[in-house]
């Protein structure tokens, strides 16, 4: 089979399962491999919310020394160099302190954005002081950095709405989303949408499509988009398995559209080339998918943590694509390297600008 076949085999012969293992890790270093070396050409200002936090002041002082971005921390400057300097790091990073020196121009610019959304004066004045979120989004916005990371120390949701409300969506997009790309020992996969639309309408389907089939472009990954559900082209029809074949229709009558795409059609035709083949050989895919496109966050965010935990599969991301700038929000519990990553696929959004 095409796929890790998991760990029960590997338990039986851990010889093979180191290679499977460094196979599959030695595909995914490749691609991060490409991205940080991009992102090294030409290092962008990268802001980081959550600038006090351990990982994040680590994190910070790897893209410094590796030349990957240029970190600013936001955050207490007393704190953050405190701690990086009982973290033993040899670093006087780039600060921005949201209660030191003069901000008014943040948080007038806040007020200007959001005062016809509720928003009061004093309340953009208190957002740009304690929400660094809010800080991080205007800078960006303000072109005082180019990206922005965060998401370590917040639910996802609230760390989101702020560069949704602040930032907004790119001018082609009216919908941002969640992509994971996971690599398996001999193929790549990009998942979305896996954070953030809830129940994406066939519109929303479609663009999300495009969008990550931008981004896996920008990993060298020629797309093939499959639109899941639970039924094959039609086999059951109902509210529910319409939705990702109409969209799979918009995208077909799209003419910007240039990549394979189809369904809707259930996970094992999207990624199995013998029930493509033989089955269904009418499709537009005549290779495996390797952009799955769910139909619904539930399906999104459970899939890509199976195939992640039980697949063995390495996972870059999420990575937020349709914003109007790069930003992207980490979950709680990643880790530094999951930080630099990040990073850097944010530095190259950035030099595309
Ligand atoms: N794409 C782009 N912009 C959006 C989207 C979207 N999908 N949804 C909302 N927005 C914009 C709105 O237009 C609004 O902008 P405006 O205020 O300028 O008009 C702004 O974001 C805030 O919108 P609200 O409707 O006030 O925000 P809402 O409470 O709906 O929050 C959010 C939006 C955070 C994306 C919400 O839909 C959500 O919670 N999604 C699920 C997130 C989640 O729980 N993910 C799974 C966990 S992730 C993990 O694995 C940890």
Same mark, same amino acid.
Not at 80 to 97: H, K, M, N
Not at 274 to 292: K, Q, R
């Given at each position: 089979a095409a796929?890790? %076949?998991? %760990?029960?085999r590997s338990e039986l012969d851990?010889?093979?399962?180191?290679?499977?293992?460094?196979? *599959?890790?030695?595909?995914s270093r490749e691609?991060?491999?490409?991205?940080? +070396?991009?992102?090294? %050409?030409?290092?962008?200002?990268? $802001?980081? $919310?959550?600038?006090t936090d351990e990982k994040m002041i680590r994190a910070a002082y790897q893209l410094q020394e590796q030349g990957i971005a240029h970190p600013v921390l936001i955050g207490s400057a007393e704190k953050i160099r405190q701690t990086a300097a009982d973290l033993g790091l040899d670093f006087d990073p780039e600060v921005a302190d949201p209660r030191s020196g003069e901000w008014d121009s943040y948080a007038n610019r806040l007020y200007e954005l959001r005062q016809r959304k509720g928003m009061t004066k004093n309340e953009a004045h208190e957002?740009? *002081?304690?929400?660094? +979120?809010?800080? $991080?989004s205007v800078m960006?916005?303000? +072109?005082?950095?180019?990206?922005?990371l965060t998401g370590l120390t917040h639910h996802y949701p609230s760390a989101l709405r702020p560069p949704l409300q602040v930032i907004g969506t790119a001018p082609d997009a009216d919908y941002a989303a969640g992509v994971y790309m996971l690599t398996f020992k001999n193929r790549v996969i990009f998942c979305a949408d896996t954070t953030v639309n809830l129940a994406p309408e066939a519109d929303v389907l479609a663009e999300i499509t495009k969008h990550t089939a931008e981004l896996a472009r920008r990993f060298n990954v020629e797309p093939r988009a499959a639109m899941l559900s639970y039924s094959n082209f039609g086999s059951v029809d109902n509210q529910g398995t319409r939705k990702p074949r109409d969209a799979v229709k918009l995208l077909h009558d799209d003419d910007e559209v240039d990549f394979a795409v189809d369904g809707e059609m259930q996970a094992d035709t999207a990624v199995v080339e013998d029930i493509l083949e033989g089955t269904y050989e009418f499709s537009e895919l005549d290779d495996p998918a390797n952009v799955l496109v769910f139909p619904n966050l539930e399906a999104g965010n459970i899939g890509y943590k199976l195939l992640q935990r039980l697949g063995g599969a390495e996972a870059i991301g999420p990575m937020l694509v349709g914003m109007d700038k790069p930003v992207h929000v980490l979950q709680r519990g990643d880790e530094v390297k999951d930080i630099v990553n990040l990073a850097g696929v944010a530095v190259v959004d950035a030099q595309n600008e």
């Amino acid at each position: 089979a095409a796929m890790d %076949s998991g %760990s029960a085999r590997s338990e039986l012969d851990p010889e093979a399962y180191e290679e499977r293992l460094e196979a *599959r890790l030695g595909k995914s270093r490749e691609m991060m491999r490409v991205v940080l +070396n991009k992102a090294k %050409s030409d290092p962008k200002r990268l $802001a980081l $919310a959550e600038g006090t936090d351990e990982k994040m002041i680590r994190a910070a002082y790897q893209l410094q020394e590796q030349g990957i971005a240029h970190p600013v921390l936001i955050g207490s400057a007393e704190k953050i160099r405190q701690t990086a300097a009982d973290l033993g790091l040899d670093f006087d990073p780039e600060v921005a302190d949201p209660r030191s020196g003069e901000w008014d121009s943040y948080a007038n610019r806040l007020y200007e954005l959001r005062q016809r959304k509720g928003m009061t004066k004093n309340e953009a004045h208190e957002l740009i *002081r304690r929400d660094t +979120n809010y800080f $991080a989004s205007v800078m960006v916005a303000e +072109n005082d950095a180019d990206a922005m990371l965060t998401g370590l120390t917040h639910h996802y949701p609230s760390a989101l709405r702020p560069p949704l409300q602040v930032i907004g969506t790119a001018p082609d997009a009216d919908y941002a989303a969640g992509v994971y790309m996971l690599t398996f020992k001999n193929r790549v996969i990009f998942c979305a949408d896996t954070t953030v639309n809830l129940a994406p309408e066939a519109d929303v389907l479609a663009e999300i499509t495009k969008h990550t089939a931008e981004l896996a472009r920008r990993f060298n990954v020629e797309p093939r988009a499959a639109m899941l559900s639970y039924s094959n082209f039609g086999s059951v029809d109902n509210q529910g398995t319409r939705k990702p074949r109409d969209a799979v229709k918009l995208l077909h009558d799209d003419d910007e559209v240039d990549f394979a795409v189809d369904g809707e059609m259930q996970a094992d035709t999207a990624v199995v080339e013998d029930i493509l083949e033989g089955t269904y050989e009418f499709s537009e895919l005549d290779d495996p998918a390797n952009v799955l496109v769910f139909p619904n966050l539930e399906a999104g965010n459970i899939g890509y943590k199976l195939l992640q935990r039980l697949g063995g599969a390495e996972a870059i991301g999420p990575m937020l694509v349709g914003m109007d700038k790069p930003v992207h929000v980490l979950q709680r519990g990643d880790e530094v390297k999951d930080i630099v990553n990040l990073a850097g696929v944010a530095v190259v959004d950035a030099q595309n600008e």
